[in-house]
């Protein structure tokens, strides 16, 4: 089991495709400040979900060993591994995760 803090974060192939997919809806909807301003605050939160994995929701409903995290519209999933964070997904949250995992 981890404890403590995590060197960093990776991001899954699903997941970094979720985030090319949120900063080009948020480029086309709200404009380029809001996207890069969006994205920027979503990796904080894996930044600080780094410093404290376990402030988020288990999610062994889904998937065992799974976390979540919501960031404004967005769920981050996640799973806690020796060194890192590994970032399954980037789901917005009227998303059916269940059906997605």
Known sequence: MV???????????PAEQDVESIFDFTL???GENQAISYVAGLESV???????????RMRNEI???LHSFTYLSHVVFY???KDCLWVVR?????QDSSRIF
Do not use: A, M, V, W
């Open 28 to 30: 086309t909807n709200f």
């Open 63 to 65: 998937k065992k060993g």
């Open 46 to 56: 894996l930044s600080d979900l780094c410093q404290n994995p376990r402030i988020g």
């Open 79 to 81: 799973r806690i591994q």
């Open 90 to 94: 980037e789901l917005h949250s009227s």
């Open 3 to 13: 404890s403590g803090k995590l060197t960093g974060y990776k991001l899954s192939l």
